[in-house]
């Protein structure tokens, strides 16, 4: 079974965090999620982050620290996941590379359905408030 490295940014901004939608016709199509992906051969996770919400979303950022670090096995792969506090720097997010984005609050991500991949991490945001700032 192949282990996929992905990286996923946790974009604050005014007391906001940035999730995606990911295109119906992909693995997990529908569900929203953490933006990010796909780590490629030679690449740090960091580079891997700036790369993809810049293709994904068309925005810079500033990679911070590591938040959580997991993997997660589905029936066809397995993915190791690294979440990344992540400063928004410029550019306003468009939809480039995902179905559709938005800004959400912490009382608003129980209305949107994620992978069970981020179940851990939707759990110390739900609860934390301190990473909110």
């Known amino acids: ?11 604050f901004r005014e007391g ?5 939608q990911r295109y119906a016709d992909a693995h ?3 569900l929203w999620e953490f933006p990010g992906g796909k780590r490629e051969p030679d690449e740090d996770f960091e580079a ?3 790369r993809e919400l810049r293709e994904e979303l068309g925005i810079s950022v500033t990679v911070g620290e590591l938040l959580e670090s997991l993997t997660h096995a589905y029936p066809e792969k397995t993915v190791h ?4 506090r992540c400063r928004w720097q410029e550019h306003e997010p468009q939809a480039l590379g995902c ?3 938005k800004w959400v609050t912490a ?3 129980q209305d949107y359905t994620f992978p ?9 945001l739900k609860a934390d408030t301190d990473i909110w700032r």
């Not at 906001?16 to 995606?20: A, D, E, P, R, Y």
């Open 1 to 11: 079974m192949p282990i996929i490295d992905v990286a996923a940014a946790l974009v």
């Open 16 to 20: 906001k965090l940035l999730i995606t």
């Open 28 to 30: 997990l199509g529908g």
């Open 48 to 50: 891997c982050l700036q």
């Open 81 to 84: 996941l690294k979440f990344y």
């Open 99 to 101: 179905a559709a984005f």
């Open 107 to 109: 009382g608003e991500l």
């Open 116 to 124: 069970a991949a981020d179940a851990r991490l939707l759990g110390q």
